[in-house]
Structures are given as structure tokens and as C-alpha cells.
């Protein structure tokens, strides 16, 4: 069973910074495109960052120049480095990832969420 995890949520003040990391476990064959998402009550699910195995990562403007999307393909795990955080980030972020299971078979899976809290 292929799980998504996350860390790295918590509090912080207007200006810091996090790091969330999420790993993919469990039996599949590769792990192709990964991005993080988040959620604010009410409103629908939007895209932060998103890395396309070998391509460049894509960012909204509402993040460009402080978010940094990156991966370590060894261990199977997507980071996201915020910096200069402010209140509008406060939100669940999610990450996502497009696993082949096998050669040609495809799903797409969810982690569970790390909240994120910036303080003015």
C-alpha cells in the first residue's frame, strides 16, 4: 500500500520560515510528478508548488521567491522550503504525487495534511 506522509506543519511568526517534507512509502515502481497543495476552510484546494520528474518546478505568484519546491529521488521524498511566511499561508498543506505501481499503471495519491500557522 503506497502512503504519502508529511512533517514539518507548526507554528510561526510573520517572516520565518519552514521546511515540510513528505515521503512516499510503500511497494510501487517510481514516483513521477510531486507537489504540495493547501486548503484554508472554505475555500477549494490550491496548487503551492509542483515538480514533474526532470522538469522545472512551477510555483503560483502568490508563492514565487519564497516557496522552493525540491526532491530527493533516493529516498523518495518532496520538500517544501517557506520563507518569509505571512498569515495568507496559514493553511492544511497537502502533498500530492502521481505513483506507477507498476510499469504503465498509474494512481494518484494524497498525504494526510500538515497544518501551517503564521502569526502576525
Known amino acids: 500500500q503506497v502512503q504519502l506522509v508529511e512533517s514539518g506543519g507548526g507554528l510561526v511568526q510573520a517572516g520565518g520560515s519552514l521546511r515540510l517534507s513528505c515521503v512516499a512509502s510503500g511497494s510501487f515502481f517510481s514516483v513521477n510528478a510531486m507537489g504540495w497543495y493547501r486548503q484554508v476552510p472554505g475555500k477549494p484546494r490550491e496548487l503551492v508548488a509542483y515538480?514533474?520528474?526532470?522538469?522545472?518546478?512551477n510555483y503560483p505568484d502568490s508563492v514565487k521567491g519564497r516557496f522552493t519546491i525540491s526532491r530527493d529521488n533516493a529516498k523518495n521524498t518532496l520538500y517544501l522550503q517557506m520563507n518569509s511566511l505571512k498569515p495568507e499561508d496559514t493553511a492544511v498543506y497537502y502533498c500530492?504525487?502521481?505513483?506507477?505501481?507498476?510499469?504503465?499503471?498509474?494512481?494518484?495519491?494524497w498525504g494526510q495534511g500538515t497544518q501551517v500557522t503564521v502569526s502576525s
Open positions: 500530492n504525487a502521481e505513483i506507477s505501481v507498476v510499469p504503465k499503471l498509474t494512481y494518484d495519491y
Open positions: 515538480s514533474m520528474s526532470g522538469g522545472s518546478p
